[in-house]
């Protein structure tokens, strides 16, 4: 089969591979119809290349049709119509029952001390092929594909694999009180659409937006968020101080971080990287990991806007130990913070019923470009440099 291959920094490539096979009875075969391109992907691109082994399958935002199945997967058949969530999760243990799949106990990478494994992302997260091929070996079928009705394109659904959830939870732990202000950082695909939710469950009186793209900025206000453009501010504190004169002085009640790691790199990150090339990969790793190479920039953003006793909700991907925090403005501000991949069995029954042709979360138009699969070179570059207004790429193998 063609699959999108991981072969060092800023360097994948579509190749011919081995098709997968069942290995496990509780395995599945899924032929893909669609793909996205997160950007989480672009963290692998470039920030988390220690990790990463030339030849790994990338992705984890797939859908397509069940091919073969094992005897211990009962609830989807061959032809079948799936979404694979991107975490692989057995649905029966602790962790899972108690609604946090991304934990899961059968899954979970000891042998690095993370969670559960997760399709197409590093050796971190148990080396798993991803989803950005002609076809997939879905590990614990037997609980996480998500089937879905035929007949309406892939638009619909294939969102149930990371941004639906991510942004569903990512809203859910902000913990907004009815009426309140949201403010979201970064509004990329999972930022904008952390809005559209909130906006569809009509928990915020009113969302703000962060970004510096011309093209995110124009979505979100187009969606009726109060979109502050960073290049308008020439110091943080500006742009503190024009979003807490909006809000009575306090601040939002509460502010998702949708930014994270930057995907390009911190300049510390760069140079961080640079040096651990000359280094034996396993050294490069842990530097990678404990050096704490992080740009922290919209995370510091997110605790000066929040009001005091408000929430900060992290859904953007940070890696490294070592960043240090404002402990003593966290604990003065007793600002509650929640993170953490998302869990999205956890979310999807309350997302399904949205996904309807009435379309309030957006979902049909989401993507702004559509790609084969054999241009996935392109796409990340696409993707990267923010180039051609690319926010959401969907790829077809």
């Given at each position: 089969m ?35 391109l ?94 950005q ?21 892939d ?5 149930l ?79 503190v ?31 961080a ?54 402990l ?13 991949q998302?869990?999205v ?10 996904l309807t ?13 559509r ?21 959401k ?5």
């Open positions: 063609r699959a999108v291959t991981w072969q060092g920094r800023h360097d994948v490539r579509v190749e011919t591979v081995p098709d997968p096979i069942l290995k496990e009875p509780t395995d599945a075969v899924v032929r893909i119809t669609t793909t996205g997160c950007g989480s992907d672009l963290h692998l691109y470039e920030v988390l290349t220690p990790f990463m082994t030339p030849g790994d399958i990338l992705g984890h935002e797939p859908m397509g049709i069940v091919e073969e199945t094992g005897p211990e997967v009962t609830h989807i058949s061959p032809g079948d119509r799936v979404v694979v969530p991107f975490q692989i999760a057995c649905g029966h243990c602790w962790m899972c029952r108690s609604g946090l799949p991304t934990q899961c106990e059968t899954t979970q990478v000891a042998e690095h001390g993370m969670g559960a494994e997760l399709f197409g992302y590093t050796k971190l997260y148990g080396a798993v092929a991803g989803g091929a002609e076809y997939l070996r879905v590990p614990q079928a037997q609980y996480g594909p998500i089937k879905v009705p035929e007949g309406v394109q638009d619909r659904y294939v969102y694999s990371d941004v639906l959830p991510t942004a569903w939870q990512a809203v859910e732990y902000a913990e907004i009180p009815r009426g309140g202000t949201l403010a979201v950082l970064g509004l990329g695909p999972i930022g904008i659409m952390a809005c559209r939710v909130a906006k569809v469950r009509d928990t915020a009186d009113r969302v703000i937006g962060v970004d510096l793209v011309p093209e995110r900025l124009r979505r979100a206000r187009a969606d009726g968020v109060q979109a502050y453009d960073l290049n308008d501010f020439s110091r943080q504190e500006d742009l101080e024009a979003i807490l004169s909006t809000t009575g002085g306090r601040g939002p009640d509460a502010v998702i971080d949708a930014v994270g790691a930057e995907a390009h790199g911190s300049p510390l990150g760069r140079t990287q640079r040096v651990a090339g000359f280094l034996p990969r396993d050294w490069a790793a842990k530097l990678t990991e404990k050096a704490g190479v992080d740009r922290l920039a919209a995370l510091r953003l997110a605790i000066a806007l929040v009001r005091r006793g408000g929430t900060i909700s992290l859904s953007g991907v940070y890696g490294g130990m070592a960043d240090p925090l404002p003593m403005t966290m604990f003065d501000k007793q600002i509650q913070l929640r993170m953490g998302a869990n069995r956890r979310w999807a029954d309350d997302i399904f019923p949205l042709d009435d379309d309030p979360l957006g979902v049909h138009g989401f993507a702004t470009h790609m084969p699969l054999e241009e996935a070179p392109r796409a990340y570059e696409m993707f990267q440099h923010k180039e051609d207004g690319a926010i790429i969907l790829m077809r193998p």
